[in-house]
């Protein structure tokens, strides 16, 4: 199969893009793009139409990529095969296209790569190689051995390629939502927001393509502000599969040609996205590809979304069911759906099922109900429990907890709706 061309500087072209969407047309879902009126309102926008890619085959949109890329390769490169590193979505999206395409894979991961991931992408054909404590040390390892091996070595975003596969996510979304003003995505290395702006900025220069990056990896804006590559000596978010240190040649490349403007989010403020995806669009998403949402409700971030028909890319849902709890849980806490408490009960545990009692029948939910450990601070005939309740509101919640302190033997010591 012939391969694309793009010029000197790595620009990805609309014609690139629709190349890519032939290549890989029978091997990818086509995702729905549902509107949500909830999230119009809650954003002050028009509409807002969700692109789901948490239903794309292996959970995210990095299939497109991979497999344009390599079905591109030359016969040698095949029968050499493809060598990567990834700590998640890449590496199923590499496997998978090597499965489809009969080239054999090699995944380099770091040590600290969830046992669930490596086994996913074990499950789709690949050979994982765990190498390095952190992502950095096994991309140089996967770089060294590709060296050596002849394996074609196939980046998470840095290639036009990838770039082109990832863009066809624009081509779809035109076409499912055609009166777009704005458009919001997710920015790691830059890849995933490259092939879509290209896309949207070809159709229409008009429509607005703004990136999202957590607080604690936010190297887009003054990488774009400077019109230079600017790079993070360190990151700390929650959101792993976006936390990049920097753009890197190619993908800076496209993305200055195509991005109008990028903005940051809290880890915070992505708990709450994902705990509303889950709530009301009924959509299980990890924090990476609930961070463009994010920004759509975040008070705080400047995007005047005013009347507005907004695009939202909602890239992956691969996120294990413990995350998944604790970001809603953190989310409950900012929405003020969700309280702790700390009671002292007399008579354990008859008084336990009175609690129970007392919580159903104010209309909560019992979250958590555990005996909690003993302190010198606790009284020596009740016994310490902790408590987890979820709501509607912190009124409501506050009802509740003034309903259990009316139980006979119960006292609540400590309540926290923070």
Known sequence: MSRDRTDDEGLVTLADVENARERIDEVVHRTPLDTSSTFAELSGADSVGLKLETVQRTGSFKIRGAYNKMAQLSDAEREAGVISSSAGNHAQGVALAGQLLDIDTTIVVPEVTPAAKIEATRGYGADVVVEGDIYERSYEYALERAEESGETFVHPFDNPAIIAGQGTIGLEMLEQYPELDTVLVAIG??????????????????????????????????????????????????????????????????????????????????????????????????????????????????????????????????????????????????????????????????????????????????????????????????????????????????????????????????????
């Open 189 to 418: 290395g830059g890849g995933l927001i490259s092939g879509i702006g290209t896309v949207l900025k070809a159709h229409d220069p008009d429509i607005r393509v703004v990136g999202v990056q957590p607080e604690g990896a936010a190297h887009a804006k003054p990488s774009l502000e400077a019109g230079e590559i600017r790079e993070l000596e360190t990151v700390d978010t929650v959101a792993e599969g976006i936390a990049d240190t920097r753009m890197l040649e190619t993908t800076f490349a496209n993305a200055r040609e195509v991005v109008d403007d990028a903005v940051s989010v809290t880890d915070t403020e992505i708990a709450t996205a994902v705990t509303l995806l889950a709530e009301r669009a009924k959509t299980v998403a990890e924090s990476a590809g609930a961070a463009p949402l994010a920004a759509a409700l975040a008070d705080d971030v400047d995007l005047d979304l005013e009347g507005e028909r907004v695009g939202v890319v909602i890239s992956g849902g691969n996120v294990n069911l413990t995350e998944h709890a604790e970001l809603t849980r953190t989310g409950l806490h900012e929405l003020e759906r969700y309280a702790e408490a700390r009671l002292a009960v007399a008579g354990w545990p008859t008084t336990v099922g009175e609690v129970a009692d007392t919580v159903e029948s104010e209309g909560a939910e019992l979250d958590v109900l555990e005996r909690a450990r003993r302190t010198n601070r606790d009284e020596p005939n009740r016994v310490p429990v902790t408590v987890g309740l979820e709501g509607s509101g912190r009124e409501h919640l506050e009802g509740v907890l003034d309903a259990l302190e009316g139980l006979e033997g119960v006292s609540v010591v400590v309540r926290s709706l923070e």
